[in-house]
């Protein structure tokens, strides 16, 4: 970190994986944007999900994953994850990795049923307090619009017909951002929720 320069290489693999998920996160956080005041090519890989989040944030950021894919024998007493080593765009919609990973392993069904329990009541907890209303989201959107605008303002090299398609395509997603912001569930159907599992 003392030596970085806008010319350097920087790969960085699972920083933060022996500390609390909070830390881990955190620290992530703090070492990305350290670096992100730099013009250096980074690698950063993690299985922090809320990572992936700076992109919304940072018009440099760019999120990719491995896809992988589940085989299930005709009974479905068997379960196979298949990694395919091949990198797409995004962050990955896979969804309790490391559920699937111990449904594969040697621990007993009955551990594993029980962790699928516990994991499940934890996210509904984090979700509820954590959940996107429609004006964080427009908050959001309105964020990541004024940065792509600045960076074009500072840094575009388009002549002036590309630069207004560029324009017109950052509006167009701008308000399919505030639309589906508008569309987005309250918080209150989490309240539902969360009565209805108690009964």
Request: aromatic letters at 8%.
């Amino acid at each position: 970190m003392h030596n970085v320069t806008d010319k350097s290489l920087i790969i960085i693999d699972e920083l933060g994986r022996g500390t609390s998920t909070e830390e881990g996160i955190g620290i992530c956080h703090a070492v990305c944007e350290f670096l992100l005041s730099f013009k250096a090519f980074t690698l950063f890989a993690t299985h922090y999900l809320e990572v992936c989040q700076l992109d919304a944030l940072y018009p440099n950021v760019e999120n990719n994953h491995f896809e992988v894919q589940h085989n299930q024998s005709n009974t479905g007493n068997y379960h196979k994850i298949i990694y395919t080593y091949i990198l797409s765009k995004g962050y990955t919609e896979e969804k309790n990795y490391g559920l699937k990973a111990a449904e594969v392993s040697s621990l007993p069904p009955s551990i594993v049923l029980d962790a699928k329990e516990i994991a499940s009541q934890i996210t509904k907890q984090i979700w509820c307090k954590q959940r996107n209303t429609a004006e964080s989201l427009q908050q959001r959107a309105m964020h990541h619009l004024a940065t792509r605008l600045v960076q074009a303002a500072r840094n575009s090299c388009l002549d002036p017909d590309r630069l207004r398609m560029y324009l017109m395509g950052l509006r167009k997603r701008y308000e399919g951002d505030c639309l589906a912001a508008r569309q987005s569930p309250q918080a209150d159907t989490c309240l539902s929720e969360q009565f209805s599992s108690k009964q």
